[in-house]
Structure formats: structure tokens, C-alpha cells
């Protein structure tokens, strides 16, 4: 299964610091703010169709059709 080959990534202090100067700065909801922090502290490519991250630099955002 896919899910199987994924890693669970803990939430932690410096993670949590880190969404939440992302949210101030980027006006993100918390929980967006945790995602993107996540990915690129482990320099992963973040793809989403959630119009939130449209304009975020490091984000593959595709439109919704």
C-alpha cells in the first residue's frame, strides 16, 4: 500500500515555532502552515490543489478543474 511507504514526522518544538512564523508571515490556517513547515524541512516537494498555497514559493499548486 502507498500509505505503508510514507514516514510519520512528529510535530515538535522547532517544527511547531517554524509553522507558526510561516502562518504570521504567510497568512496560512495553522494546520497548512504545519504542512508546508514539514515539507520543507525535509526538502520535500509540496503538491496541493488548495488554493491557499497559490501563490507560495516552493509549492506545486495546481488549479482545481
Known amino acids: 500500500m502507498a ?3 510514507g ?3 512528529d510535530l515538535d518544538t522547532s517544527l511547531a515555532l517554524e509553522a507558526a ?3 504570521a ?3 496560512l ?3 497548512e502552515s504545519i504542512i508546508l513547515a514539514t515539507a520543507r524541512a525535509f ?10 498555497f497559490r ?3 516552493d509549492v506545486q499548486f495546481i488549479e482545481k478543474t
Open 43 to 52: 526538502s520535500a516537494t509540496l503538491w496541493t490543489q488548495n488554493a491557499d
Open 55 to 57: 501563490d507560495v514559493t
Open 7 to 9: 514516514r510519520v514526522i
Open 25 to 27: 508571515t504567510l497568512k
Open 3 to 5: 500509505m505503508q511507504q
Open 29 to 31: 490556517p495553522l494546520t
Open 21 to 23: 512564523r510561516l502562518s
